[in-house]
């Protein structure tokens, strides 16, 4: 019996479930999180009395005590429905984490979530190209179709990143979640495979040493993207 879908429109095979494997770069390298390994070295770089920012707008944290910190990371290791990637710098120590999470690979939809990017990380190198590892890891290995980016609407510092990095904001999820005692609105984005061509050109553009004096940059992701001409809107978010 013959079918009548289009080749277009034929159900393709589910997607593997992400797994946290190692992904090298030339800056770091993502992999496993170890809880016995990499939580004693991540709490002090994540409990500070500069590092209250980095826990508001998550669901936990921060911690009392560095053992109920080491307790929580054996649960996020220990949950197979999430992947959890340790950041690392080219001394293999842990700078902070990113989680591939609420996969739907039957529809190859996977989200992006639970990143904690301590301090010694932020606004580095290697956090950008941690983010293209595990972006280039989801289209290019894993074969994904949506990637998903989500955060609270007062979370600025992540909407931010998600408009710098090429994703498309899709709208606001009105009271979406409930987070530590609150309702709250919940701004989603989204990047396409057919969108991740151009976002991979401006990553690896942006990366490469050339775009770099005295360790500052020569042009933005974003100022790269438009010179590439990528076919995708990204407009910043409301």
Known sequence: MSSDLKPSEIPPGDAPVPAAV????????????DAE???SCLYPLSHDEHT?????????GPFASEQAFADHVAELVADKKRAFFAVAGLDDKPLGWLCLMEARPAHHVVELGYVLYTPPLQR???????????????????GYRRLEWTCTSTNQRSRKAADRLGFVYEGTQRQGLFLKGKPCDICVYSMLSSEWPDHRSA??????????????????VAEIRVGLGAICSTSPSP
């Open 203 to 220: 990553f690896e553009a942006w990366l490469d040493p050339g775009n770099f004096d005295a360790g500052r940059q020569l042009r933005s």
């Open 52 to 60: 209250n920012a980095i826990w508001v707008d998550m669901k936990v």
């Open 124 to 142: 580095t190198r290697l956090a950008t190209e941690a983010l293209y590892l595990i972006l280039r890891h989801v289209f290019d290995d894993l």
């Open 37 to 39: 390994r990499d939580a």
């Open 22 to 33: 190692v992904l090298v770069g030339r800056w770091g390298r993502l992999r496993p999180l």
